[in-house]
Each structure stands twice: as C-alpha cells, then as structure tokens.
C-alpha cells in the first residue's frame, strides 16, 4: 500500500504485560515519528526518528518505553510492564524530510491500546 | 503546559455556511502550523499548512489564516459541507522535528 500501516490494529493486554506495535512508513520516507493519543486528549509526542541519527527521545513518559527503527524501514513501539494508564491510540506518523517547511506527516491508521 | 491550544472542544455549524476553527500557541519558537483532520478510527490527514513568513494561505474551500503577534491561528471553511464532519487538529513545528498538537475540535456540519 502507499500509506503508512499499523499492526495491530487493536490490542488488549493485561496490566504488568509487554507489548510490542508495528509500524510500516511510507517508502522513501526518512523521518518516523510515535505520537499516542489519550482519550478525549491532542497527539502526545514521543519519539522521532531521522535516518541514521540518533532517535529524539524526548517525549518517552517513562523507561517501559522504548522504540527501535532498522534503516529506513519498520518502526517498533514498545512498552513494557503496561500500565492502565498506558491505555491510549498510539500513532505513527512518516514524512519525506524532518522539520523545515515541508514537515508534513502521513499518519497511520493507529493502534488502540486497552490495558486492563 | 500546553503549547497549542484549541479551547472550543466542538462547532457546529450550517451547511453551506462557514467553520471557523481556532488555535492559539504560546511558543514564538514555532515557525509553521498545520491543520490536520481526522475522521473516527482512522490517522489524521494533512490539510493545509502555513509558515510563519506569511499571513494567509488559501486551498480551495480551506483557508489558513495566521497572526503572529497574537499568537492565533484560524482554519476557516466556506462553504461547509457534511462531508466537513470530523475532529480538526491544529499543530505547530519549530526547531524541534516534531508536531506539537492541539487537543482538537469536533467540527459537526448539518445538512
């Protein structure tokens, strides 16, 4: 497809679980960036990544947080010992080149993540 | 502290008539705004965008309007339409390569 894809698309875990989500960027595309949404809440970021840079980290709430991106290709949330508070749509967002005037994003469909 | 502020959490407006959709920014760091829209269970979808070395941009039935010194940004459509329906993100990058995002609006458009 030529968008950016998330699996799964749902998941329910048990609190004290690790989880992992997937994301595909959009081909070509050398920035990937993790945003989650809470309910009834704007886009959190994250993290973000730029071809082979260092990830921005800046936005990970806690060390059960971590993601990982191979190349230019899939992206890996993951999150363990889930929290209910962890419980959030988490999205994943690809553009050609970071920041500048042309910083637009290609949003993913979204994982919604229940912690129970 | 939020950065991007968007304190009408809903709108509903008349067919054929004008949204108005606002967005207020505490960050002079920022340097470009876009608006996103996003329709239930699905990725929000780029609108339109402005730099900040402008003041208006226009697309069709979707104009930007920018005012810098008052830190306010407002997305303005005409006419609205029901397809128009759905929750409006206003967001802003600066130095920093992320979006930094609103809480959103829920824009209903009556037929």
């Known amino acids: 497809g030529a968008g950016v894809s998330q699996s799964p698309s749902n998941k329910v875990t048990e609190k004290g679980k690790d989880v992992e989500l997937r994301c595909d960027p959009i081909?070509?595309?050398?920035?990937l960036y993790w945003y989650r949404q809470r309910l009834g809440q704007g886009l959190e970021f994250l993290i973000y990544?730029?071809?082979?840079?260092?990830?921005?980290k800046s936005g990970l709430p806690s060390d059960r947080f971590s993601a990982e991106r191979t190349g230019e290709s899939v992206s890996t949330l993951t999150i363990q010992r889930t929290q209910q508070e962890d419980s959030a749509v988490y999205l994943c967002?690809?553009?050609?080149?970071?920041?500048?005037?042309?910083?637009?994003?290609?949003f993913g469909p979204g994982t919604r993540l229940t912690v129970l | 502290d939020q950065q991007v502020k968007q304190n009408s959490p809903s709108l509903s407006v008349q067919e054929g008539r004008i949204s108005i959709l606002n967005c207020d920014y505490t960050?002079?760091?920022?340097?470009?705004f876009l608006w996103y829209k996003k329709y239930p269970a699905e990725g929000p979808t780029f609108l339109i965008s402005?730099?900040?070395?402008?003041d208006k941009n226009e697309d069709g039935r979707f104009t930007v309007f920018l005012n810098k010194s008052a830190k306010h940004l407002s997305l303005h459509i005409v006419p609205s339409q029901p397809g128009d329906s759905a929750v409006y993100f206003c967001?802003?990058?600066?130095?920093?390569?992320?979006?930094?995002f609103g809480s959103g609006t829920q824009l209903t458009v009556l037929p």
């Open positions: 081909s070509g595309h050398t920035a």
């Open positions: 402005i730099s900040s070395i402008k």
């Open positions: 990544f730029q071809g082979n840079s260092a990830p921005d």
């Open positions: 967002a690809s553009s050609l080149v970071a920041g500048g005037y042309y910083n637009e994003q290609f």
């Open positions: 967001a802003a990058s600066g130095s920093a390569r992320q979006l930094t």
């Open positions: 960050n002079s760091m920022f340097d470009y």
